[in-house]
């Protein structure tokens, strides 16, 4: 049997690389890569913009009315009788009540009550408007109106079933029933509260509550002391509603001189002139002026009313919403409008760039990007004109002062709040113009150039990324 060779040497087979295989490695490194960066960098949360619409939410607060009232007192001791209805416009002269000043008319009246008595049907219509507005305003938690309506219809009825001309007739000595006349004009009233001597400088925002409010209101048949509170007179249709507003409503309506309002005790929706004031105690409140609807709410100090938000055009809003978290701050170079100029072959908005060599001044068209613009600059990228860059006026400009020196030299910068848009797979900022805000959201202008329009994708967090970093 032939022995194997033992000297024949194994050679080793060399690796011919070829066009298909380098091709293949350098992939593989490329998709190896983006693996490992993609595991080891921090996930980027993507936004996609939308279009939303603020409309605000109205608010309603209970307003404290302050009038033009006087006060005025029964001139003796006596039980007191009304004559002309509360709510109603007396003129100087009008008889408004009288004063009983030993009890006979009063026993007269009351002799007479059990007696049959017919209304007409004009006195029978006031006394069911007067039924049916406080059924629609009753509020079960204010148990103290059916008090007021009480007194209220009270007077009204004596005021239909007495007549002073016909008390002679009856044999009743008038020489102990003083009549009490109206000095002065305006809407009479039968209740009294402390707060006709109140101005608006007196207010403090204690007053502005009603949970202390207390309200003395007096019937016919009564019987008062010698000066004793009597009735009261409102001279004028011009009153003020002052409100305690929310900080929300106080900077919403701050710029604000007409609002809208529902009266809610009467259903009346007026508008009134708006302005905020400071009261003696250093606090802000709102205050509506009226000239008209005092004679509806003549019976009230406080009053349940809305304030119509909805209705100023101001507050409600149509914009882009995003997360305040995108928002990120940027500084650019800022170069005026004069110094653009149109060239290129895509009319590009670019500058003339002036560049001092040995040989001489060239002057070269550059268009760097533009992320802003207003009436008097353009906001360019500092990573794109440096600092120190010269731009020459084109020579169609109008500016005779500027036209006298021919450049400007870029170095003067300002800042843009703004966010990363990622719509073609890495950051380019876009600035924004804020329109009002949320707890976590900003509502932003649209249609602005240079700005974000609908279904643009923006970084979650602007603090996240760089400007021009890939994320996908």
């Known amino acids: 049997m032939a022995r194997k060779n033992s000297k024949v040497i194994r050679y080793r087979r060399h690796i011919h690389f070829n066009i298909g295989m380098i091709v293949f490695l350098v992939f593989f490194l490329y998709l190896a890569i983006n693996v490992i960066s993609y595991m080891t960098q921090g996930s980027v949360q993507i936004y996609e913009v939308g279009e939303t619409s603020s409309v605000v939410q109205d608010t309603t607060y209970t307003g404290l009315i302050l009038r033009e009232e006087t006060v005025y007192t029964a001139p003796e001791a006596g039980y007191i009788h009304y004559y002309l209805r509360e709510g109603t416009r007396a003129s100087v002269g009008d008889i408004i009540c009288s004063v009983d000043t030993n009890g006979e008319y009063t026993e007269l009246l009351n002799s007479s009550s059990d007696g049959d008595s017919s209304l007409s049907s004009d006195e029978l219509s006031a006394l069911k408007k007067k039924l049916t507005a406080f059924t629609a305003a009753y509020d079960p938690v204010s148990f103290e109106q059916v008090y007021d309506l009480k007194y209220n219809l009270q007077n009204l009825l004596l005021s239909y079933l007495s007549s002073l001309d016909d008390l002679a007739e009856l044999g009743l000595d008038t020489d102990y029933l003083l009549t009490v006349a109206a000095n002065t004009s305006g809407v009479v009233e039968y209740y009294t509260d402390g707060y006709e001597t109140i101005t608006e400088e007196d207010l403090t925002l204690d007053l502005l509550t009603d949970s202390k409010y207390e309200k003395t209101a007096v019937a016919s048949g009564t019987l008062l002391e010698a000066e004793a509170s009597l009735y009261k007179t409102i001279g004028s249709e011009t009153w ?38 400071t009261l003696s105690d250093g606090n802000i409140v709102g205050r509506c002026t009226l000239s008209n609807y005092m004679i509806q709410l003549a019976d009230k100090r406080f009053t349940n009313v809305t304030l119509k938000k909805s209705e100023i055009s101001s507050l409600n809003i149509t914009g882009l919403k995003i997360p305040k978290s995108s928002v990120v701050t940027k500084d650019f170079y800022v170069v005026p409008i004069e110094y653009a100029t149109i060239g290129g072959n895509d009319s590009e908005t670019g500058f003339l760039q002036e560049t001092y060599t040995a040989d001489g001044t060239t002057v070269e068209f550059i268009t760097p990007t533009i992320y802003a613009s207003t009436e008097d600059y353009y906001y360019l990228d500092p990573s794109e004109i440096g600092e120190g860059t010269v731009l020459r006026k084109p020579s169609d400009s109008e500016d005779a002062e500027e036209s006298s020196t021919g450049t400007y030299t870029v170095g003067t910068t300002a800042s843009l709040s703004g966010v990363y848009c990622v719509n073609k797979g890495y950051t380019v900022f876009r600035q924004i113009e804020i329109l009002t805000e949320s707890d976590d959201y900003y509502i932003i202008a649209e249609n602005q150039s240079y700005g974000l329009s609908v279904y643009d994708h923006i970084l979650l967090r602007g603090d996240d990324c760089e400007e021009g970093e890939q994320i996908y």
């Open 240 to 277: 003020s509603v002052y409100l305690e507003l929310t900080e929300e409503d106080r900077n919403q309506l701050a710029d604000e001189t007409r609002v809208t309002l529902l009266f809610n005790d009467v259903n009346l929706e007026v508008t009134a002139d708006f302005s905020l004031i």
